[in-house]
């Protein structure tokens, strides 16, 4: 996902999409305990898309202050 698509999303959908993300990120690590995951690129890709919300966040929490 970029950045610029998270910047036109309102702070309840960014923190709805971070909780998304956390679950799918914490699923993903179970499935690869447990040797199930088949793309490991997956793990990766969950973790950055994680932090560019929270960036974009911050950015508005910033802005609003």
Do not use: F, I
């Amino acid at each position: 996902m970029k950045a610029k698509e998270l910047r036109d999303l309102t702070q309840q959908e960014l923190e709805a999409k971070a909780a998304e993300l956390r679950g799918e990120l914490w699923s993903a690590r179970v499935k690869k305990a447990t040797g199930q995951l088949e793309n490991k690129a997956l793990l990766r890709r969950l973790r950055r898309d994680g932090a560019r919300v929270q960036t974009v966040l911050r950015e508005k929490l910033g802005a609003s202050r």
